[in-house]
T-cell receptor, first 115, second 110 residues
């Protein structure tokens, strides 16, 4: 069990550029979640997948944001035309959905800074 | 709507017990969690409790749940300097999205 892996760990970009983050979940986990955490706050839910199906999207996920999980394994989160307000830590988590609780396990996040 | 509240800061002496409190509003929550976050890192799952339980103990950690008052607490026995971190309470309904509190920063001094 290598845990949830996120890349890159840090991303600095200019306003208006597009960025893409990758998340590799724990291998047998079928659910994958994205959260955003701003300074001094708890994480806020963005979206989640069960296998390759995107089952829920938060109102926080504007049309500049898109997430995919094409083969039900790794996921990517893309932000187009980045804005200052997108600066945050983007956290990925995974879990195994089956009978009984399977809690979410988090990666170390990707910190995005918009110049 | 869904809301989770925590006090912002707690300071304790090394070796004492720490108690971190959390209140939540969603009565349909089925699981409640405690996560720990160290600077620059992701969230580490500490423990969780199903809503039909009122207590769970795991080594130095004790979770108490008062479902009537929608109050959750985390007690850390024999607190160590390595326990200094931000602690997040979170709730969920089955295995859906987590709703987090704003976190409690625990500072342990010698």
């Amino acid at each position: 069990d290598t845990g949830v892996s996120q890349n890159p760990r840090h991303k600095i970009t200019k306003r208006g550029q597009n960025v893409t983050f990758r998340c590799d979940p724990i291998s047998e986990h079928n659910r994958l979640y994205w959260y955003r955490q701003t300074l001094g706050q708890g994480p806020e839910f963005l979206t989640y997948f069960q296998n390759e199906a995107q089952l829920e999207k938060s109102r926080l996920l504007s049309d500049r944001f898109s997430a995919e999980r094409p083969k039900g394994s790794f996921s990517t989160l893309e932000i187009q035309r980045t804005e200052q307000g997108d600066s945050a830590m983007y956290l990925c988590a995974s879990s195994l959905a089956q009978y009984g609780n399977q809690p979410q396990h988090f990666g170390d996040g990707t910190r995005l800074s918009i110049l | 709507g869904e809301d989770v509240e925590q006090s912002l800061f707690l300071s304790v002496r090394e070796g004492d017990s720490s108690v971190i409190n959390c209140t939540y509003t969603d009565s349909s929550s089925t699981y409640l969690y405690w996560y720990k976050q160290e600077p620059g890192a992701g969230l580490q799952l500490l423990t969780y409790i199903f809503s039909n339980m009122d207590m769970k103990q795991d080594q130095r950690l004790t979770v108490l749940l008062n479902k009537k008052d929608k109050h959750l607490s985390l007690r850390i026995a024999d607190t160590q300097t390595g326990d200094s971190a931000i602690y997040f309470c979170a709730e969920s309904y089955n295995t859906d999205k987590l709703i987090f509190g704003t976190g409690t920063r625990l500072q342990v001094f010698p």
